[in-house]
Every structure is written in C-alpha cells, then in structure tokens.
C-alpha cells in the first residue's frame, strides 16, 4: 500500500493541483507539502483532512494517514512517535550492539567464565547508547538503557568471572544505570529515573567508585533542577563536591559549580549564581587534564547556555537571549539535541525582551531540528511552553507560521 505521502501526491496531480494551488487551500508552506509527498515529513492528521476536502479525496487520503500510522510504532506516554529515528539509528549500532546483547542474555551453560574483552563490549554499547542521545534525545532509548543495566546486573548473579572483571562488571553496570536515569529524564519519566540514579549509587558505593558517586550525584541534581527542586539539588552538588579530591581543579568541579549556580538562581539569589557560574568558568579555565566521556558536552557554550537559563529564572530576558546567541554560534552541531532545547529557550527568552520575530526565527530553527532526528520529552515540554508565550502575538505573520509548522508535528496541538 502507498504511503501517505505516495498516496497525496497521487492525488493531487489526478485533481490537476500544483503544490502551490493546494498550498494556498490548506494554509500550509509549499516546502512542507513537498516534504510530506517525499516521505521526509509524516504530516497530522488536521493536514490530511485538510487536504482531503481540498482534494475531493473522499476520505481516502484520511484512511492512508491512518494506515501510516497503524505502520509506525508510537512512543510511550510523552506522546511523541519517533520509532522511524531509532529504527534508523539502532541498525547502525553494528557489531558492538549485537555482541552486547549476546552478553546481556549469554547461555552460561559452558561455563565459559566472561573476559574484559566481553566487559569492553558492554561497554561499547553503553557509549553508544549516550551518543545517540547527544545526537537524537532519548524518546526511545530510556528502556534500552534500562534493559542494558539490567543484562550487566545479572551478569553479576549468575556468569563466572575474575575479581578484576568482576570489579569492572560493578562499575559499568552503575555507569549504566546512570545512563538510563538520564535517558528516563530526558525522555519525561521522573521515577524511573531517580530510581536508575538509585541504582547506578548503591552500586558506585560497592565499587568503591567515587568518580561514579560523582556522576550519579551530579545527574541527580541536574534532575532535580529539571522538577525545579532547587534545593534538593543543592544538597546533591554539596555531596558530589565533598567526594571530590582537593587537587588538581577538574572539569568536573567546574561543572558542579555550573549547577550550583543554576539552582542559586532559582531560589532568586543573582549574585551568589553570577559568582558561582564566574568561577565555573575559571575552573574550566584552568583544568589541563582529559575530561571523562560524560562530560564531552561540557565546555564555555555549555555553560552561557545554562546562565542564560538562571538569567530568564531571574526575568533578565535580554541577558539570556544574549548569551544563548553567544552560546549557540559556538555550539558544537553533534549536539543536536542540546542545541535544539537551546533554540528553544533562546525563543522564549527573545519572547520576553519583545523581539517577537527574532522568538520566531529561533522556534523555526528549532523546528527544523525536530524534523529532522531529535526526539525529546524536555524539549517537547519547553516547546508547548514557548507556543504559549508566542500565542498572543500569532497575528504576526512569522509566528503564525511557526504555530502552524508546529501543529503539524507529533509533539501536540498549538494553544
């Protein structure tokens, strides 16, 4: 059967139409037709209405949406359907995904004891998994990663290995846990992710891994900022700095001081979390050493973006934009999922200065990343979030369009 696109453009040169003449019809950009027709957009089911009566289709076109749909997995609770970007990802995982998953579910009735070789592997995937949300978000990769932690803990109860792998073993199933906490985040599910978090600290604490307490305290304040539990992630950041050694300065105690001052600025307190995010950059200044792989994303754009969150906290909408302009021209592109929530929160802040075409020019390049391959319950949530701001100004032209793109995507409906 004819995808829906196939089945529109089938359509609508039968009717004799032109992109631009149904174009007009429906109230939709000509550019988001042809994407439609080519399969790079799915379309909503208000746009296949839309252009079945335009079309005299008769329900046709309808029924082909609908089909297309029932053929697409649809992701959990956030709402959002983004099987086809994983579907797409996950088979370019390769070989270290596929021995991975032999591990996770090994027969162990040879007895064949497991090697580092088998614990690299392992942790293979797990780098993967997180790159794959750096690049894409985590709507579909929470689980996975769960799955993954999973595999290794029963790894620990049931195959033979050395002490030394078994140590390992340890380690990475907390630094698994810890990724599936922060793909539960991202993808909105709270209490599965404090409970990854959980896990991933009891185990860091049989390791006696103080650079994985570390991780999981400085995720678990992050996450708690996310709830706009400023406190709480506070007390979070108190405990992971206490674990860090004196000397030398590190990127991580950077980062800590980084969201130290984002939750200060929540609580109202602009001068202690200007200071705090001024150190933040000094200690980046001055770390020389090699930064873990977490904290790749870490780095000066990094943190302009999250002043400019405490910035918009404290209502100074023109510091926020400013920085985040200043943070997204600098913003390494790989990123795209940071950069994508970044765009967004750069709308709103230009929303709040009353640079209301400069908010709509953000939000469309935002919504260019989201067709694209990002998929993100976070940023979704700020996106519903800016159409509120933007609704009151919809008569302008530029944010008219930008709330039609937006009806048209899986993430909901305009205010």
């Not at 009891?202 to 996310?226: G, K, P, W, Y």
């Not at 980084?258 to 200690?283: I, K, P, V």
């Not at 940023?379 to 048209?408: I, K, N």
Request: hydrophobic residues 45%; proline residues 3%; charged residues 25%.
């Amino acid at each position: 059967m004819d995808s829906f696109g196939e089945a529109l453009r089938r359509t609508r040169c039968r009717a004799g139409v032109s992109l631009d003449v149904l174009a007009r019809k429906v109230n939709f950009d000509k550019s988001y037709l042809s994407k439609v027709e080519n399969g790079r957009r799915r379309g909503s089911r208000v746009f296949a209405e839309q252009c079945d009566t335009a079309l005299g289709a008769a329900g046709d076109l309808i029924a082909a949406y609908e089909e297309d749909v029932r053929r697409h997995e649809t992701m959990p609770a956030a709402g959002v359907a983004f099987a086809d970007v994983y579907r797409r990802t996950f088979l370019n995982l390769g070989a270290a995904a596929a021995g991975a998953a032999a591990l996770a579910g090994i027969d162990l009735a040879d007895d064949a004891p497991l090697t580092e070789a088998d614990v690299a592997k392992l942790d293979q995937v797990v780098a993967r998994l997180r790159a794959l949300d750096a690049r894409h978000g985590a709507a579909g990769l929470w689980d996975v990663a769960a799955a993954r932690a999973q595999g290794i803990v029963a790894l620990l109860d049931q195959a033979e290995y050395s002490q030394p792998v078994g140590d390992a073993l340890v380690r990475l199933a907390g630094r698994a846990y810890i990724c599936a906490g922060w793909l539960a985040t991202d993808a909105g599910r709270h209490d599965a992710a404090h409970t990854y978090y959980t896990e991933s600290l009891a185990l860091a604490e049989q390791a006696a891994s103080a650079d994985t307490q570390v991780h999981a305290l400085a995720n678990l304040a992050l996450h708690a900022v996310i709830l706009r539990r400023p406190r709480q992630a506070l007390r979070y950041v108190a405990a992971a700095q206490r674990l860090l050694p004196a000397q030398p300065v590190s990127r991580v105690q950077a980062m800590l001081t980084m969201r130290r001052g984002r939750s200060l600025a929540m609580l109202g307190d602009g001068r202690e979390a200007a200071r705090a995010f001024t150190d933040a950059r000094h200690t980046l200044d001055e770390d020389r050493g090699t930064p873990p792989q977490w904290l790749e994303f870490f780095n000066h754009p990094e943190i302009d973006a999250v002043e400019a969150d405490a910035a918009l906290d404290l209502r100074d909408g023109k510091r926020g934009a400013a920085l985040l302009e200043q943070s997204l021209a600098a913003y390494e592109p790989r990123f795209a999922r940071n950069r994508c929530l970044h765009l967004v929160r750069l709308a709103k802040a230009r929303v709040t200065a009353r640079q209301v075409v400069g908010a709509a020019e953000a939000a469309s390049d935002a919504l260019r990343l989201l067709d694209g391959d990002v998929a993100s319950a976070r940023v979704g949530s700020e996106f519903r979030l800016l159409t509120e701001q933007l609704h009151p100004h919809r008569r302008t032209p530029e944010v008219a369009d930008v709330l039609a793109w937006y009806r048209t995507t899986p993430y909901g409906t305009a205010p």
